[in-house]
């Protein structure tokens, strides 16, 4: 079991090995989603949901020619095409959703790590829930939900309904919604999905009603005080596949955290895994964004220590063995 106080910060990466695509993936989906004179996804807007070509256009060129990273970081700062934007995100990741990715040969099945620390000497739901961790994500998808319910069904024996509540134990955040709410089945009113690849009117406006679009200058949210609240609770940290998006660091607060001189505050450990990140990129990581190299506490010991060699999701919890403890 997982004993200290653990959160996980996740980012796209981190749903990579289980379908997903990357936030640079994603950008380039929905660019590339308005080619042609009569693209598919074009014809399926408009005819459920009444976005015309032009609308449609104006936003895929838009955030083409923004040149932003992210979609999230575009519609911070371009509210006005939230909705088709929201409409897009879902219509390209509801089709992701494949439970039957989860018994194939992960290479970076870092979900089958954490599942098996989080029941080690855990030999019931009451046991199970004395994990101390919290995670926050920045992705849309459910695949982490889905994974752990069927886990919990399987390892323990219990129903459905048991084992979504005991989800609750892990206090799963999404930073900007999700793909609707997590459920067995669908209640498309209540705008909860059950884990599914299936592209209908109902399922994608579900989809999107739950995605959440935050303001660029609107860093006050509950989800970030929330956030706020777990780094200082934290005495380790994990940020894996997470892209150290300026807006997204400046929104959770870290840096003002740990600059804040209060020592209890500060977590005992951060990690992060760095894949496709160079030594140069890490350290402007640890200097621009962090504003800190070099940490120690009071002991002597190293609070900051995230590697500056590429390290994919499950090389990063195996090489921080004692993270998981």
Sequence with gaps: ?????????????????????????LRRQICEAAVGS???????????????????????????LSRTA???SFLSRRPEFSRIGKLFIASLLVPKEDKEIFNLNIQDDW???????????????????????????????????????????NTFNVSEEEAIEALSYFEIQHV????????????FPMNTRAYSNHWNMHSIQAAASTLRVIPEARD???IFNKAKDAFRWAHNVCFLGFGF???????????????????????????????????????????AILGVTDFHD???????????????NLSTLRRFAWLLQ
């Design 1 to 25: 079991m997982i004993t200290k106080p653990t959160l996980f910060i996740l980012g796209a990466g981190a749903s990579i090995p289980y379908g997903f695509p990357s936030g640079a993936a």
């Design 38 to 64: 009569e693209p598919p996804l074009a014809l399926a807007l408009e005819k459920y949901f009444g976005v015309s070509w032009p609308e449609f256009i104006d936003f895929a060129e838009s955030f083409k």
């Design 70 to 72: 992210s979609i999230d």
């Design 111 to 153: 979900y089958f790590a954490l599942w098996n620390c989080l029941i080690s000497n855990a030999h019931s739901l009451k046991q199970l829930k004395k994990n101390n961790i919290q995670i926050f994500t920045f992705n849309y998808d459910r695949s982490l939900e889905v994974y752990l319910h069927g886990a919990i069904i």
């Design 176 to 187: 900007y919604g999700s793909l609707g709410v997590y459920g067995m089945t669908d209640d």
């Design 220 to 222: 006050d949210d509950a």
């Design 245 to 287: 998006d300026p807006l997204n660091v400046q929104r959770l607060g870290f840096r003002e955290l740990i600059h804040s001189g209060h020592f209890n505050s500060l977590p005992y450990k951060v990690v992060a895994s760095t894949l496709d990140k160079t030594p140069a990129e890490v350290e402007m990581i640890h200097e």
């Design 298 to 312: 009071q002991q002597g010991r190293l609070c900051l220590d995230w590697s500056t060699y590429d390290s994919e």
